[in-house]
């Protein structure tokens, strides 16, 4: 147990759906993430917040929307998505900005999109 | 901008034996570099992080790493290796002092494999 929960585990979406996924910290920490990890590629930053505000938007398509209301949940919002949007979406967070470089993942959502 | 570059999508060893799982970047300025597993339906772990000091770096389950500056490399070495270290491990690096917030690079992974 890392203190950083995902839910669902596994989503099957059609294109035309909307849903959400979400993720809870309890380590009190400042800073989260989004990344989308694919088969045979390397890991993706999608979106960064600090302090609820989001520092990072890595050339995210306009159907994913992230929301940070406040420094323990994050939510990934997701729209009419396509096919190759089928990944793992991780959620992690860190202590920004006190030297300790370590990110604490949580254990993802699996998304398959038909 | 920073890259890493894991050489081996999959590394298949024998329980017991040694491994190496090899790790290169690029980066114009000092990076730290990091190494994580990720274990069979979950989240990434860091298993350890080389930020300065001693160029070799140990994790408490036997891997270490040794941070070559000169051949911008960090490759992940276990002398013997157990069923339970099968993984996906990933390299990754951050810039040093980027300022707030942990912005990672991650190479593509390396599924070890072991057998018995």
């Known amino acids: 147990e890392t203190g950083v929960t995902q839910t669902p585990r596994h989503l099957v979406m059609g294109m035309t759906n909307k849903k959400s996924l979400k993720c809870e910290q309890h380590?009190?920490?400042?800073?989260m993430y989004w990344y989308k990890q694919s088969a045979k590629k390397p890991l993706e930053l999608m979106f960064v917040?600090?302090?609820?505000?989001?520092?990072e938007n890595n050339s995210v398509p306009s159907r994913f929307s992230p929301e940070c209301p406040n420094s323990s949940h994050l939510f990934l919002h997701l729209h009419t998505l396509q096919p190759e949007d089928s990944a793992l979406y991780l959620c992690?967070?860190?202590?920004?900005?006190?030297?300790?470089?370590?990110?604490?993942f949580g254990s993802g959502t699996q998304l398959s999109v038909l | 901008a920073q890259s890493v570059t894991q050489l081996d999508s999959q590394v298949p060893v024998f329980e017991e034996a040694p491994v190496e799982l090899r790790c290169n970047y690029s980066?114009?300025?000092?990076?730290?570099l990091f190494w994580y597993v990720q274990y069979p339906n979950q989240g990434l772990q860091l298993l350890l992080k080389?930020?300065?000091?001693?160029?070799l770096v140990e994790s408490i389950n036997g891997f270490e790493a040794e941070f070559n500056k000169s051949q911008t490399s960090f490759h992940l070495r276990k002398p013997s290796v157990h069923i339970s270290d099968t993984a996906e491990y990933f390299c990754?690096?951050?810039?040093?002092?980027?300022?707030?917030?942990?912005?990672?690079?991650f190479g593509g992974g390396t599924r070890l494999m072991v057998k018995p």
């Open positions: 992690a967070s860190s202590q920004a900005g006190t030297g300790n470089e370590k990110l604490f």
């Open positions: 990754a690096v951050k810039v040093m002092f980027e300022g707030v917030g942990n912005m990672l690079t």
């Open positions: 980066s114009s300025v000092s990076v730290y």
């Open positions: 380590l009190g920490h400042n800073a």
């Open positions: 080389y930020l300065s000091g001693s160029t």
């Open positions: 917040y600090n302090f609820k505000e989001q520092t």
